[in-house]
Each structure stands twice: as C-alpha cells, then as structure tokens.
C-alpha cells in the first residue's frame, strides 16, 4: 500500500534570547516569554538583532538592509548575489513610506511591492517580520534625529 501525502514547510529564523541577570529561579524562558504580550514579544526579538548594520542611515538605507535580509528567491547580496538586486522594489517600497505608517502598514506595502514586482505571494508572517525591522530601525534611528 502506497501513501502519498502534502506537507507544506513555511522557514523561519531561529531566534537566540539571553537574559543578563535571570531573577525568575522558578520559571524558564517559555514561561517568561508567555507572560508577554504581542507587542512586548516583538519588541524583545527585535532589540535582539543587534547584527543590523545600516550602510547608509535613511529610509532607503534601512529599507535596503531589511530587503537584503529577506531576500525570498536567494538572489541578493547576502545570497552572493549583486549588491543591487531588490534596488527597484527598495526604491518602490521606501518611497511609499511615512513617518505615521505602522509596521503592519509596512508589511502591506512589502506585500503588494513583491506582488507587483515577482507576481508571488510569500506567508505574511514573513512580510510582517521584515516590516518590524524596518519600523523598528526607522523609529530608532531615522525619525529619532
């Protein structure tokens, strides 16, 4: 007898949390991590990514950064690819972006620019993850100046 079956795999980064000074003796990191909220798990993940090095401070620069990581089809720079390769969806996605955009707001636009740009759609989670480094580095170092 033969079985055949469809699995769909969705790749997601493995994330590495440390604590400094650990007053929580009877608890352990997925019990901490469940007391957060949404907001505050996001918030915790990416003060974390502390290998986010900007080139060029700007919207664009940030925008590009974020875009190389994320690179869906393994073509970019971090792929060895060209440095420029997302340059046109960089330009499309940082020219969209205000000040008053939230990080899902972000994620939309990253969505439609790949859609336009590829003609394929990717699991939001994945847009939602690259718009949260961006608004982050945005906030954080663009719009703080």
């Known amino acids: 007898m033969k079985t055949e079956a469809i699995i769909q795999l969705t790749l997601v980064d493995k994330v590495s949390v440390s604590f400094e000074a650990w007053d929580f003796e009877d608890l352990g990191i ?4 469940e007391t957060l909220s949404d907001e505050e798990c996001r918030e915790l ?16 620069g940030i925008v590009k950064k974020a875009i190389d990581e994320f690179d869906p089809y393994g073509i970019g720079p971090r792929s060895g690819g060209p440095y420029d390769e997302y ?27 790949f859609i336009k740009y590829f003609d394929a759609e990717f699991d939001f989670f994945r847009y939602e993850r690259t718009a949260d480094k961006i608004f982050y580095y945005l906030k954080r170092y663009y719009y703080k100046r």
């Open 30 to 33: 997925e019990d901490i991590v």
């Open 45 to 60: 993940l990416l003060k974390g990514c502390r290998t986010f090095a900007i080139d060029e401070v700007s919207v664009q």
């Open 87 to 113: 340059e046109p969806e960089i330009l499309a996605i940082s020219e969209r972006i205000q000040e008053d955009l939230s990080s899902l707001d972000i994620a939309k636009i990253i969505e439609e620019v």
